[in-house]
């Protein structure tokens, strides 16, 4: 007798949830005219987005200048030629430089694949509103290079890249390491300033 209790009990269950669970046909599709509402308030919604990201100057879409990049780091590393030099790549930008992805539009540079050397020309075409964080990032960055001063046959480049320049110029930044056995950095300072004209 408990058994055939406990069966119709389980079955009355089971027959409550499944009722639960269970809907009617008009009550879980949108009827059309729902939908094409629903679809037209969207489209509206994305419109009213889109100008609203046009007027508040939102930059995610802004161009980038490769060719202006390009020429501000020849005319740097023709005064501060970068031996053996490695490209600045995505890798070297997180890990290395630590900087925030997010507000680079483009970016060009070499850093030196020497041991003994520590020359680096960077630049950057930064997000609108944003060159200032990139040049605090890029001054951690110098300052973590500068602060290496635990080996003795390093001292010549760490007083290289204690003395790194960092400009920026609207918005474009420039980092600049002048080699060990590299120009003076005044050299260095007119090339930067001629390039960011």
């Known amino acids: 007798m408990k058994r055939l209790i406990c069966t119709v009990c389980a079955l009355s269950l089971c027959a409550a949830l499944l009722a639960g669970c269970g809907g009617d046909a008009s009550s879980s599709a949108p009827s059309s005219s729902s939908a094409a509402t629903s ?28 060719a202006r990049l390009d020429a501000i780091v020849a005319a740097i590393e023709a005064v501060n030629p970068v031996e053996n030099p490695r490209a ?34 960077f630049a950057a075409q930064v997000k609108e509103g944003t060159a200032d964080q ?3 990032e890029l001054t951690a960055y110098r300052d973590g290079l500068a602060s290496n001063d635990m080996y003795v046959e390093f001292a010549d480049k760490v007083a290289k890249s204690a ?35």
């Open 163 to 197: 003395d790194a320049r960092i400009v920026s110029s609207g918005n474009f930044v420039v980092m600049v390491i002048a080699g060990v056995n590299g120009p003076d950095y005044a050299e260095i300072d007119t090339a930067i300033e001629s390039a960011l004209a």
């Open 134 to 136: 990139v040049v605090e």
């Open 39 to 66: 679809s037209s308030e969207a489209a509206d919604s994305t419109a009213s987005e889109d100008s609203t990201t046009a007027e508040s100057g939102d930059t995610s879409a802004e161009t980038a200048d490769t």
């Open 88 to 121: 600045i790549d995505d890798n070297t930008l997180t890990y290395d430089m630590y900087l925030t992805t997010d507000n680079i539009v483009a970016y060009k540079g070499d850093v030196t694949n020497n041991q003994s050397d520590c020359a680096l020309v």
